[in-house]
């Protein structure tokens, strides 16, 4: 993962923070996504009075990519804390993770949690859902 993308990307996923909508949780999370043609797409979460249907940052900036045409994905960042405040990495949910096997190659789709423009770290999304159920399961 390239320094200068990641930092960039840090920085959408930080700025969708004002954006996210939680009365309820006050966990505010924000995502950054990066297609494989270089398009970034952001997200925010955005929680409901009836809770279930709450939809994450990382769900909320698939869906709008893949609203618009987009398919293929090279990452993500995430970004996320109580009150906005960053104080650990907001790993993504289980729900979220199985939205990424959807559309992403498990080996090389690269997740970048962070606190800050200078303190990240990247997983690919084999090792945050290993042996993933995704589509090659059902051709
Ligand atoms: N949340 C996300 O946006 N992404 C995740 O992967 C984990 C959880 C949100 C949902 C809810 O608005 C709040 O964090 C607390 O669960």
Request: with cysteine.
């Amino acid at each position: 993962m390239d320094k200068k993308i990641a930092e960039e990307m840090i920085g959408l996923a930080i700025g969708q923070l004002s954006y996210s909508y939680t009365p309820y949780s006050g966990f505010k999370v924000g995502a950054s996504l990066l297609t494989k043609n270089g398009k970034l797409y952001t997200g925010c979460n955005i929680e409901n009075a009836s809770y279930t249907p709450t939809n994450c940052a990382e769900r909320t900036a698939f869906f709008k990519a893949v609203s618009e045409g987009e398919r293929e994905f090279q990452a993500i960042c995430i970004v996320g804390g109580k009150d906005g405040v960053l104080t650990e990495y907001a790993a993504p949910c289980g729900v979220c993770r199985q939205v990424m096997m959807e559309f992403c190659d498990p080996d090389t789709f690269q997740i970048i949690l962070a606190t800050s423009k200078e303190q990240y770290e990247v997983f690919t999304l084999k090792e945050l859902l290993p042996l993933g159920f995704g589509p090659h399961n059902l051709s």
